[in-house]
């Protein structure tokens, strides 16, 4: 799902495994947080919807969807979306802003995904590869589900902030973790990212059997301009996600 790190704070001590990144904790506070924020509603999303361009009468399986304001864009411009999510309390929000137009269950990138071989013309994946410290299976099962010419359309933390954020600096060309926190209500939540270099990134797709036709550092869309003008200005120069299209040959 969705998620930014530049509003967590700096990096935390490191947090026990059972503790961090569940979103069931903390669904409403984050998805209340990132509806209409700058770094998620206008520079996250808008990225990932011009990427796709015409979605009209496509199938589109957004993996990672959170509460569901990226597949209510996509059904919206008259996409078939399927959304997943391993959060139920996600979910259960998402289900609540999209009604029963938009098919909804628990699954995790980490699993084999429930859905027949070629089922997808795109999946679109907002924020979500960062979670996973291996993203081979992922993207494995994200290509089977593809139909031949489907696209995997995908955001994540730009390694270059990501190791820049860390002290001391890790190793550039290692895969490497460190912890965040973000706070809700007074609430401290651990979430754990995993960055690693760009050529890891770029050879993992190929190793899925996905071409890259783009990689691109997203900007803020222009009608935030005068709803945050100074943090639109700071954002305007500075290197926040990456974004990739893989296509299935």
Known sequence: MEHVTDAPEAPARPAGPAAVNEYDAFAAGYAADTERNLLNAYLA??????????????????????SGPLSAALRDAGAAVVGIDASAA??????????????????????????????FDDVVASLVLHYLEDWGPALAEIRRVLRPGGRLIASVNHPFVDYAIQDPRPDYFATTSYDATWTFDGTPYPLRFWRRPLQ??????????????????????????????EDFAVLSKKISFLCFVGEVP
């Open 45 to 66: 999303r808008p990225a990932i919807t011009a990427l796709a361009g015409d979605v009209a009468g496509r199938r589109i399986l957004d993996a990672g969807c959170g």
């Open 200 to 229: 890891a990134m770029t050879a993992a797709f190929t190793a899925a059997g996905l071409r890259l036709s783009v990689i691109s550092e997203p900007q803020p869309d222009p009608a935030a301009r005068e709803l945050f003008p």
């Open 90 to 119: 996600m979910l259960a929000l998402a289900r609540q802003r999209l009604g029963d137009d938009v098919p909804l269950s628990v699954a995790d990138l980490n699993d084999p995904l429930p859905f027949e071989d070629g089922a």
